[in-house]
């Protein structure tokens, strides 16, 4: 077993599920102790930042004699639960990949940027390799946050599994509350009762119609369409009243050229009479796909698969995004394989010790 594929397994073994999404869920206090004190012993200077309790980014650098460009190699180490799943924290290996949580999603490009980033301690470079080895990116990202307050680079690249292909482009999404009111009488008095609930229905023949809009409207070369979708609705008191309210909780995602106020728009002209506010947003990302880091990523990444990879854009959202509005020039590149939030989820290995050897070469190039 290579040191990179034991690294995954150690990782694979650390509950670290994300409190936020599971009540009581461990976090990534004890998973940030684990990699800063690996890379720590691989000559990197690493320390653990709390970005809130029980919540923690490792944080570690090969430091450069100076001089020379800066590389940030970011990955979540929080997983999503594990209901359903008989050993999740058991790293199991047959026929070329690791199965367990967060193996894919996302420990397999963490411990491929760590195995890059001890690869180049000491190499001599003059510019600074750092891991970010952030918490919470399942939730509100509030590990990449406040890696993007405390940190700059000249680059950074995201490990999220892209199947060894370049992606330079993923969508955002917004997060609206819509609330129609009405008047609670008795069911035997039409006369003074309003119907909160009916008058949502005009509401979701609206999204309806947005929906369909959107997917006619002009596509993103890589991302397709934005979307929106009703994903809760709750209203009313008992059968024999009339509702006061109705709560309609949406998401719209997005793609790049589109804005909050966009969006905002779009929801208040269906919802005429209803009170409409957003609640939270993720902006989409993307970088030119010929941006230095980008082309540096592709280079070496032929160099290392033999083949060119594709450049291929995402439709889930990522922390690239916060780096990328914090100025940071990002791109995204990790392993293969399947079931992120699923039941069965597993890695391809070599995959991941492909990613760690185009990252090596990448910082080599880029901080020489």
């Known amino acids: ?29 004890a998973i940030a102790e684990l990699a800063a004190g690996w890379l720590r012993e691989r000559g990197l200077d ?133 609330e129609t009111a009405g008047v609670a009488a008795h069911g035997s008095r039409p006369d003074l009762g309003v119907d909160a609930i009916a008058a949502m229905g005009e509401v979701l023949v609206g999204l309806g119609g947005l929906s369909a809009e959107l997917a006619g409207s002009r596509p993103h070369p890589l991302l397709g369409t934005g979307s929106v979708h009703a994903s809760l609705i709750a209203g009313g008191q008992e059968l024999s009243s009339y509702p006061e309210r109705c709560l309609l909780r949406l998401e719209r995602r997005t793609v790049p050229g589109e804005t909050l106020a966009d969006v905002e728009a779009q929801i208040a002209g269906i919802a005429s009479g209803a009170t409409v506010r957003s609640t939270f947003e993720r902006t989409p990302f993307e970088v030119a796909a010929d941006a230095p880091i980008v082309s540096a990523v592709r280079r070496h990444a032929v160099t290392v698969l033999g083949r060119e990879p594709a450049t291929v854009g995402h439709a889930a959202w990522m922390d690239a995004a916060v780096l990328s509005a914090a100025g940071i020039p990002t791109v995204v590149f990790g392993p293969t394989g399947e079931g992120a939030h699923a039941i069965e989820e597993w890695v391809d290995l070599d995959s991941v010790e492909r990613c760690a050897q185009v990252l090596e070469a990448v910082a080599r190039e880029w901080c020489a």
Do not use: Q, Y
């Open 46 to 178: 690493a320390r653990v930042e709390e970005v809130a309790p029980g919540r923690a980014n490792a944080i570690a650098t090969a430091r450069g004699s100076g001089g020379g460009r800066s590389l940030l190699l970011c990955a979540h180490m929080d997983t999503v639960g594990v209901e359903g799943m008989a050993a999740p924290f058991d790293p199991r290996i047959e026929d070329g990949r690791m199965h367990g949580r967060g193996s894919f999603d996302m420990k397999g490009g963490l411990a491929a940027v760590m195995a890059a980033a001890a690869a180049v301690a000491g190499a001599g470079l003059r510019g600074d390799v750092v891991v970010a080895a952030v918490c919470d990116e399942e939730f509100e990202s509030i590990g990449a946050e406040s890696v993007a307050a405390g940190l700059t680079a000249d680059a950074a690249i995201v490990t999220e599994p892209t199947g060894l292909e370049v992606c330079v482009a993923h969508k955002g999404f917004v997060w609206l509350d819509v």
């Open 1 to 29: 077993m290579s040191e990179t594929t034991e690294l995954l397994a150690r990782l694979v073994e650390v509950d670290s599920i994300n409190p936020e999404l599971v009540a009581g869920g461990a976090g990534e206090a």
